[in-house]
């Protein structure tokens, strides 16, 4: 599902709603999730799951097509963990 199918479906899910209103809606929760997390906090939604970031050391990497070795520099990358419910839903608990 893309983000347009989303927005699709919770815009014929709620008729009250206009189509641009929910367009909005996500568009801010995404904004939320990416500027908490931007920050280096946690979010967690209760049965979904959570994001958080975690940070990679630097490192010494290896070119796969030369075998010359190559210094990583640290980063950070978004990690998501699964809710327990999400979880079983998927294994049909």
Known sequence: MIRSELIQKIADENPHLYQRDVERIVNTIFEEV?????????????????????KRDARVGRNPRTGESVDVEEKHVPFFKTGKLLRDRLNGN
């Open 34 to 54: 990416i500027e908490a997390m931007a920050r280096g906090d946690r979010v967690e939604l209760r049965g979904f799951g959570a994001f958080s970031v975690k």
